[in-house]
């Protein structure tokens, strides 16, 4: 089983700087890897997909990149709606099976 | 837009079988390339993928779950089912109904781009 390890665990930044959240993956998953931003009480919502897509109606400010075994996700600018727990998440070609980080959480400093 | 909502008790004892339902709307569940699944969040834990069911009845477990788990499709109700035997206390968590989309053919792949809202399920005497 592919193990997705994110850091830092918390990232504490003020609205307006840049935050750069990491996802490194125990073996290669191409450039399956997926980030998801998750409120509190709130379901995940996908922000990128294959390592740099942004998914539909997400902000120009996140972006992602990397491949293999090392990702990255940045906000360029942070606004105050983007604090929040980040998850990555990887699937295996086939059959599908998926296994998420455990979470880095974004907060106000 | 697509809307999924679970439902099902919010309540299980041990040893009994956790039986949720995510019933889909705005979209129907037999089109082609799209997936349905289950995800579960323990409270205050991370996300972990429990299985996916395709419209035609094609299932993918997680493996370290898979000899608990049966998901069903009921197409004539835009629904899909997850069962989870045997459940002990580690298995208190919120359960997400979700969808992804995948082609075969082109390798076309968007992951779990639409989820339910969630539903606590809190297993206990």
């Known amino acids: 089983e592919i193990v997705l390890t994110q850091s830092p665990a918390t990232l504490s930044l003020s609205p307006g700087e840049r935050a750069t959240l990491s996802c490194r993956a125990s073996?290669?998953?191409?450039?399956?890897l997926a980030w998801y931003q998750q409120k509190p009480g709130q379901a995940p919502r996908l922000l990128i997909y294959?390592?740099?897509n942004r998914a539909t109606g997400i902000p120009a400010r996140f972006s992602g990149s990397g491949s293999g075994t090392d990702f990255t996700l940045t906000i360029s600018s942070l606004e105050p709606e983007d604090f929040a727990v980040y998850y990555c998440?990887?699937?295996?070609?086939?059959?599908?099976?998926?296994?998420f980080g455990q979470g880095t959480r974004l907060e106000i400093k | 837009q697509l809307q999924l909502q679970e439902s099902g008790p919010g309540l299980v004892k041990p040893s009994e079988t956790l039986s949720l339902t995510c019933t889909v709307s705005?979209?129907?569940?037999?089109?082609?390339?799209?997936?349905w699944g289950w995800i579960r969040q323990p409270p205050g834990k991370g996300l972990e993928w429990i299985g996916s069911?395709?419209?035609?009845?094609?299932?993918y477990y997680n493996p370290s779950l898979k000899s608990r788990v049966t998901i069903s499709v009921d197409t004539s109700k835009n629904q899909f089912s997850l069962k989870l035997s045997s459940v002990t206390a580690a298995d208190t968590a919120v359960y997400y109904c979700?969808?992804?989309?995948?082609?075969?053919?082109?390798?076309?792949?968007?992951?779990?781009?639409?989820w339910g809202q969630g539903t606590l399920v809190t297993v206990s005497s």
């Open positions: 979700a969808r992804h989309v995948y082609d075969i053919l082109t390798g076309y792949y968007i992951p779990w781009d639409y």
């Open positions: 705005g979209g129907s569940i037999s089109s082609s390339s799209y997936y």
């Open positions: 069911i395709y419209y035609s009845g094609s299932t």
């Open positions: 073996q290669s998953v191409s450039s399956y």
């Open positions: 294959d390592a740099s």
């Open positions: 998440q990887q699937r295996s070609n086939w059959p599908p099976s998926f296994t």
